[in-house]
């Protein structure tokens, strides 16, 4: 069974920083693209970013570009988002998800992020 | 990028069936045959319910199913069961620069 619990999420002021992991079991982590996906409070999804495989490319919204880093540990079996600078419009629950031909076939439970006004 | 434009709502008596517009550009839906759709509860996580514009993954019923026709994508619920009501939400692939997008979601009632 495929699993994915994400951690990290937490309180935290404008401009700080935090670091979300993901861990991962049940398929072979190293053969997929990751992701994470964001929902703010009663709001719609909003993919956030991407990793390959190997961890050589990665990809962003715009909207966290040079604030956020997206890792993997293949190892680990794990990965992270490292998300800096953080805006309380960064506030939202933060979804990892295995990608699949363009889509995310599988979700973690998410975590909490809230950055205050 | 701008969201893909789904109605806020829909519902249907059970039995009956909904369908469920997405709208966006050509260079989101109308380029690539990459949509795919989630089902979301209150306070759960989403569930992939069609990928690829119309694949089923294994375990959804297919009652669920999903078309596009130029910068449109559609999913459609038959044989409405209370179970289906919930949040649902169209996705697509927008290329290297943008990447992706999400509709703006569709609040699904069963009367």
Redesign the interface.
């Known amino acids: 069974e495929v699993q994915l619990v994400e951690s990290g999420g937490g309180l935290v002021q404008p401009g700080g920083s935090l670091r979300l992991s993901c861990a991962a079991s049940g398929f072979t982590f190293s053969s997929y693209w990751m992701s994470w ?1 964001r929902q703010a409070p009663g709001k ?4 956030v970013a ?1 990793i390959k495989e190997d961890g050589s490319e990665k ?1 962003y ?2 909207s966290v570009e040079g604030r956020f880093t997206i890792s993997r540990d293949n190892a680990k079996k794990s990965v992270f988002l490292q998300m800096n600078s953080l805006r309380a419009e960064d506030t939202a629950v933060y ?1 990892c998800a295995r990608s ?11 975590t909490l992020v809230t950055v205050p006004t | 990028q701008s969201a893909l434009t789904q109605p806020p709502s829909a519902s249907g008596s059970p039995g009956q069936s909904v369908t469920i517009s997405c709208t966006g550009t050509s260079s989101d839906v109308g380029g690539y045959n990459y949509v795919s759709w989630y089902q979301q509860h209150p306070g759960k996580a989403p569930k992939l319910m069609i990928y690829e514009v119309s694949m089923r993954p294994s375990g959804v019923p297919d009652r669920f199913s999903g078309s596009k026709s130029g910068n449109t994508a559609s999913l459609t619920v038959s044989g409405l069961q209370a179970e289906d009501e919930a949040d649902y939400y169209c996705s697509s692939y927008a290329g290297s620069n943008n990447f992706y997008v999400f509709g703006t979601g569709t609040k699904v009632t069963v009367l």
């Open positions: 996906v719609g999804l909003e993919w991407d990809y919204v715009d979804y699949y031909i363009r889509s995310w076939y599988n979700w973690g439970q998410g």
